[in-house]
């Protein structure tokens, strides 16, 4: 089982930057990758990125394609989202993900609230 915990969320302003981390735990060596998902009020879980962990590969959602980073630190077993330009459309609360070699999702952070004013 993998053990996640996100941190780096806060208040800031539209325009503003913001880095989370999400720091893994306990059968990281099974990982086939991570990603960060969030949620809004009243909306569903969505994708925001994804990276493979062997090779760093990286994944989009449109709608932070060109904003948003996600990168890893395999030493210190960290994912990292790096998130410029903020709009109030991306306040929600931010959730880390671990994929399993079957490329399910199968383990959660606790999430990590961000808020972004106008």
């Known amino acids: 089982q993998v053990q996640l915990v996100e941190s780096g969320g806060g208040l800031v302003q539209a325009g503003d930057s913001l880095r989370l981390s999400c720091a893994a735990s306990?059968?990281?060596?099974?990982?086939?990758?991570m990603g960060w998902f969030r949620q809004a009020p009243g909306k569903e879980r969505e994708f925001v990125a994804a990276i493979v962990w062997s090779i760093g590969s990286t994944f989009y959602a449109d709608s932070v394609k060109g904003r948003f980073t996600i990168s890893r630190d395999k030493g210190k077993n960290t994912v990292y989202l790096q998130m410029n330009s903020l709009t109030p459309e991306d306040t929600a609360v931010y959730y880390c993900a671990a994929r399993n070699p079957g490329r399910e999702y199968d383990a959660w952070g606790q999430g990590t609230q961000v808020t972004v004013s106008s």
């Open positions: 306990g059968r990281t060596f099974s990982m086939y990758g």
